[in-house]
């Protein structure tokens, strides 16, 4: 019985930031699953690790250590991952296909895709050198092996660090709490343009120390990395990350659904300024009340126009005295977190089948005409499901603020975007013209109507 083959791995990664070694352990299991398949006995093994093959003027110790260790007759086989991570360099590459042409040595590539002791292999090895593939396009694709890897095994990405977090994952409690913030506000319904106008006031900075701006407050409230998730290129991965989630699961589907709702992007641009522009009705006619100038309230057809001042003023003291009860906890059920769970399922269910539709009509499985009929009916009932999962949403954003400790401070020290929110969630609001030539303020001239039933 002869020895087996004496055989050398070679593994380089160009791209490991964290010098965790990943990528390398990743080729080290393919390359020995090779020499094991071919009953080759591991000799040596060869690690450049953060070494660009492209660039020949950069040192690759290890390689020329490999190099050296053949030309002593050290082994007879080497494996490496891909011949990208041997060499990039066609000459070099010429010195392999010829030590394997007239010294029989055995190189094969651990995907497979070169074997240098056939002609096949060495003419594939020869094209693949010489053609030249985009460079960045391979690496841009290790980069996504490795970021898949990193995602599987629910570790933070790399690259540029999350607002909230250090590079390695860890939480920043003064970032994270102002990330908490901007969820719950952005819940609560403060619009994108308003919380980047209050981050750039706190002093915040962008990752890129660029000013904020709708965008990039954007970016922040999309990233389900914030809730824990996953994600691999942009979407999650159903996996659980290793690292502490600064937003809850719950919040983080909220956000979700308003930044999809599509009265969102109407009504953008109109942050509310005044407490019930757009939420109290007019009693006669019951349209809601709109900002008019000089700081009053008028009915859109004309029933009305009063001062703000003392109706803001009294609903805030009845909503105050309603928050001081005891019995105000039972205003928020638990229910009304699984219906907000059931609506944006049906939001994804109907968003799923508006994709299969589009899809079928692209394969000419349906007609035009069928097209047009189901995907107006599935936007219609799409449009409807988010309407549900955007209300449900308003409902829970406020309950923060109904559900802390001391819900009447909470309550004054919340924005107004979130104080209208509660004053929604609890009541409805009627104003009644007043007689003409009238100027005392009347109390009973504004209608605070309770909602007892939080359907
Ligand atoms: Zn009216």
Known sequence: MTDPLRCAIYLRVSLDVTGEQLAVQRQRADCLRIAHQRGWRVVDEFVDNSVSASDKHKARPEYDRLVAAYEAGEFDALVCWDLDRLTRQPRQLEDWIDAAQDRDLLLVTANGEADLSTDGGRMFARIKATVARGEIERKAARQRAAALQRAERGKPPLGVRLTGYTPAGEVIEQEA???????????????????????????????????????????????PRYAGHAVYQGTTNGKQGTWE???????????????????????????????????????????????????????????????????????????????????????????????????????????????????????????????????????????????????????????????????????????????????????????????????????????????????
């Open 177 to 223: 709490a102002i990330v908490q913030q901007l969820f719950d506000r952005f819940a609560a319904g403060d619009s994108l343009r308003a919380l980047a106008a209050w981050l750039t006031e706190s002093g915040v900075s962008t990752r890129h120390g660029r000013p904020w701006n709708p965008s990039s407050v954007r970016t922040i409230l999309v990233n």
């Open 245 to 455: 989630a600064i937003v809850e699961d719950d919040v983080f589907r909220l956000v979700e659904a308003k930044l999809a709702d599509p009265r969102r992007k109407t009504q953008q641009g109109t942050d509310r300024k005044h407490l019930g522009a757009g939420l109290f009705e007019c009693k006669k006619c019951e349209t809601k009340l709109r900002s008019w100038s000089g700081n009053r309230y008028r009915c859109p057809n004309g029933c009305l126009t009063r001062a703000q001042q003392h109706i803001d003023d009294l609903v805030l003291k009845t909503v105050r005295e309603r928050l001081a009860r005891p019995d105000l906890v039972e205003l928020i059920t638990p229910a009304e977190s699984d219906k907000a769970k059931s609506a944006s399922e049906e939001v994804k269910r109907l968003a799923k089948r508006l994709e299969r539709i589009e899809a079928d009509y692209d394969a000419e499985l349906i007609d035009g005409r069928r097209y047009k009929v189901s995907s107006q009916k599935v936007m219609a009932e799409l449009a409807e499901a988010r309407l549900t999962q955007a209300r449900l949403s308003t409902r829970h954003a406020a309950a923060s603020t109904l559900t802390a400790a001391d819900p009447v401070t909470a309550f004054d020290s919340a924005p107004l975007m979130i104080r209208r929110n509660v004053v929604d969630a609890l009541c409805v609001v009627k104003v009644a013209p007043t007689p003409r030539g009238r100027k005392a303020f009347d109390p009973e001239s504004v209608a605070i109507e309770w909602r007892e039933d939080q359907d």
